[in-house]
């Protein structure tokens, strides 16, 4: 069952080190959707991907963070220069097209910035 | 701004009970609603979804309703099993947008034998 894979599952940072989230989508999908969980809070939505496209990144902040979804190979988010404040669970999801509203979500990455 | 809004924290319910969860929301340019249920230390899976064409939705024991002039939606789980005690998302999107998901706070449904 080749369901939404993410790995690490967990990463631990000190403040100041690069944190690299990576991102399989389901077998036939080719539009990635990266959302952060903070604590006590629901998924925010930071960026969506198309194969080698950014299509909408209205919610990335605007420092420190990037993603890609290169031709070959898994999504990558990137945190550059981790603060405390980067602490939680980012979600990948994938859907089959940018019109189908069904996103499947992966397991999700715990990020610890000590 | 929180655009997409799930106001019971917490709700607890009897095996065998209906679960009633609730979700409002104030962009009346969503047309999209769906529901997923999350585990701790899972992703969120989905449910059961809803076009704002429609006011219901069935899919074995959920149901969805809309409620287009309230902006209102609701998830019912009938009968409710233990199984189904999780945190409930509410989501929604906007068509012409880029289909990224607008999520609620959640709610986290136990549901006691």
């Known amino acids: 069952n080749a369901g939404v894979m993410q790995n690490p599952r967990h990463l631990v940072r000190r403040r100041g080190q690069e944190a690299r989230l990576r991102c399989s989508p389901m077998k036939g999908h080719s539009h990635v959707y990266w959302y952060r969980q903070l604590p006590e809070e629901g998924l925010k939505f930071m960026v969506y991907l198309q194969k080698e496209n950014i299509i909408d990144e209205s919610g990335m902040p605007k420092e420190r963070f990037s993603a890609e979804f290169p031709k070959e190979g898994p999504s990558i988010l990137r945190i550059q220069q981790v603060v405390r404040g980067d602490s939680a669970a980012y979600f990948c999801a994938s859907s089959t097209s940018g019109t189908a509203y069904e996103q499947y979500f992966g397991p999700g990455t715990r990020l610890t910035v000590t | 701004d929180q655009q997409v809004k799930q106001n019971s924290p917490s709700l607890s319910v009897q095996e065998g009970r209906i679960s009633i969860l609730n979700c409002d929301y104030t962009?009346?340019?969503?047309?999209?609603f769906l529901w997923y249920k999350k585990y701790p230390a899972e992703g969120p899976t989905f449910l059961i979804s809803i076009s704002s064409i429609k006011d219901k939705n069935e899919d074995g024991r959920f149901t969805v309703f809309l409620n287009k002039s309230a902006k209102h939606l609701s998830l019912h789980i009938v009968p409710s099993q233990p199984g189904d005690s999780a945190v409930y998302f509410c989501?929604?999107?906007?068509?012409?947008?880029?289909?990224?998901?607008?999520f609620g706070t959640g709610t986290l449904l136990a549901v006691q034998p």
């Open positions: 962009n009346s340019m969503f047309d999209y």
């Open positions: 989501a929604a999107s906007e068509h012409g947008a880029t289909n990224k998901l607008i």
